[in-house]
């Protein structure tokens, strides 16, 4: 089992910068990518970024590329989402979850979520 814990969100205006976090606890000797996906009030939870267990290997949602950056220690339990020129679009819960397969479409385990808000 593996606890995840965001932290950093918050109220922030267009044009500004965030920065979450979000640790992992537990079974953390087995390796496993971190990702971070969002849900918009209404809409489907959806992929925004997501690195390897190396921190070698990124993927971004083309909505984001640009303005968001994950990083991680290579093999470290911390995974980081900076986050700038924030628009009010970007308004949603952030989930961290992690994938033993380092695929997306069905992650292992997820994190609560962390509210952002961009006002404009």
């Known amino acids: 089992q593996l606890q995840l814990v965001e932290s950093g969100g918050g109220l922030v205006q267009a044009g500004g910068s965030l920065r979450l976090s979000c640790v992992a606890s537990g079974r953390t000797f087995v390796s496993y990518a971190m990702g971070w996906f969002r849900q918009a009030p209404g809409k489907d939870r959806e992929f925004v970024s997501s690195?390897?267990?190396?921190?070698?290997?990124?993927q971004y949602a083309d909505s984001v590329k640009g303005r968001f950056t994950i990083s991680r220690h290579s093999g470290a339990n911390t995974v980081y989402l900076q986050m700038n020129s924030l628009l009010p679009e970007d308004t949603a819960v952030y989930f961290c979850a992690v994938s033993y397969s380092g695929t997306w479409r069905s992650p292992t385990y997820w994190g609560q979520g962390i509210q952002v808000t961009v006002s404009s």
């Open positions: 690195i390897s267990w190396s921190g070698g290997s990124t």
